[in-house]
């Protein structure tokens, strides 16, 4: 016989098995199919629960979306502040951040699909803290201050630099550009580098 102390623990692990498995199948849906053709029968046939079963977790669709979209937006946005907090000059600064978004979207296509291309129905959700594009833009800021480029508006210099990155990515979602986003780094960092202006070349 099943102690009453085991149950509610196996049934808490299953809980929680089961809503990142929701977490993980929405993600993958919202990012192929895209948030509106998405239905809530979609993702609960792709879990292998009842519609109810998923009713449990989470009371609506938008609800699925916004946890899924708060969750990887604001670990990008920890990645690239951990990158501003490594080193102290903006250069490698700026080579790790067009490496980090090359290897997101090379290892978690779906993932940089759905914070980086299909965001805007979720942004109004997140704030300035947990926010990539502000940890980018901080970055940009602090950058116009040490006279490090030439631009000397840091949103704007920070919306060059992540369009250049996501437009690519983007190409290669169509197929018109081959090989990994990583292969076409060296073309990315140097385009950025112009833009931004610095015009050095990388060590």
Do not use: W
């Amino acid at each position: 016989m099943m102690s009453t102390t085991t149950a509610p623990k196996r049934r808490r692990r299953d809980g929680a098995a089961t809503r990142e498995k929701i977490l993980a199948e929405a993600l993958r849906l919202f990012a192929h199919k895209g948030y509106d053709a998405t239905s809530i029968k979609d993702i609960s046939a792709a879990v292998g629960v009842a519609d109810a079963a998923l009713y449990r977790h989470f009371p609506s669709k938008d609800d699925i979306a916004q946890a899924v979209f708060a969750r990887h937006y604001r670990a990008l946005a920890d990645e690239i502040e951990a990158i501003a907090g490594a080193h102290k000059s903006f250069a490698p600064i700026l080579d790790d951040l067009i490496a980090l978004l090359c290897r997101l979207y090379d290892e978690q296509p779906d993932v940089f699909t759905f914070i980086l291309i299909n965001q805007h129905n979720h942004l109004r959700h997140i704030g300035f803290s947990g926010n990539p594009v502000e940890a980018v833009s901080s970055i940009m800021r602090q950058a116009c201050e040490r006279g490090d480029i030439a631009i000397k508006e840091p949103d704007i210099a920070a919306a060059i630099a992540l369009g250049a990155a996501i437009q690519p990515a983007i190409f290669h979602l169509y197929g018109r550009l081959a090989g990994t986003l990583e292969d076409h780094r060296p073309a990315l960092s140097a385009s950025i580098r112009r833009a931004l202006g610095i015009c050095e070349p990388q060590t």
